[in-house]
């Protein structure tokens, strides 16, 4: 069974700095393109960074470009994004997902997150950013 989990979350003050996990169990995650998604009250899901399977291929939304760096290490079947210079404005419950399919660009996995049975997604985890 697909099982997803985020961690690293918490209460950062502004200019800090934050790395969230994301675990896959129940399958290989080295088979399956991942995004970083993220959603703040009263507003829309927001694709942040995606990473292709192979690693060759990466995208960043422009709101988080030069400030946060999406990895993976297929090995610990984890995918990792490091924020950096955190703001305000980037509070928000942060999850990964996986699109059932590999998706033919990676851009399109941020753009157009999978829904219903077309992905899998963990649960979020919080992050709030202090003035």
């Known amino acids: 069974q697909v099982h997803l989990v985020e961690s690293g979350g918490g209460l950062v003050q502004a200019g800090g700095s934050l790395r969230l996990s994301c675990v896959a169990s129940?399958?290989?995650?080295?088979?399956?393109?991942v995004g970083w998604f993220r959603q703040a009250p009263g507003k829309e899901r927001e694709g942040l960074s995606c990473?292709?399977?192979?690693?060759?291929?990466?995208y960043y939304a422009d709101s988080v470009k030069g400030r946060f760096a999406i990895t993976r290490d297929n090995a610990k079947n984890t995918v990792y994004l490091q924020m950096n210079s955190l703001r305000p404005d980037d509070t928000a419950v942060y999850s990964c997902a996986v699109p059932r399919v590999p998706v033919t660009m990676i851009r399109g996995l941020c753009v157009q997150p999978p829904t219903g049975p077309f992905g899998s997604w963990g649960p979020g985890t919080q992050v709030l950013v202090s003035k």
């Open positions: 990473i292709s399977r192979d690693e060759n291929s990466t």
């Open positions: 129940g399958f290989n995650l080295d088979r399956y393109d």
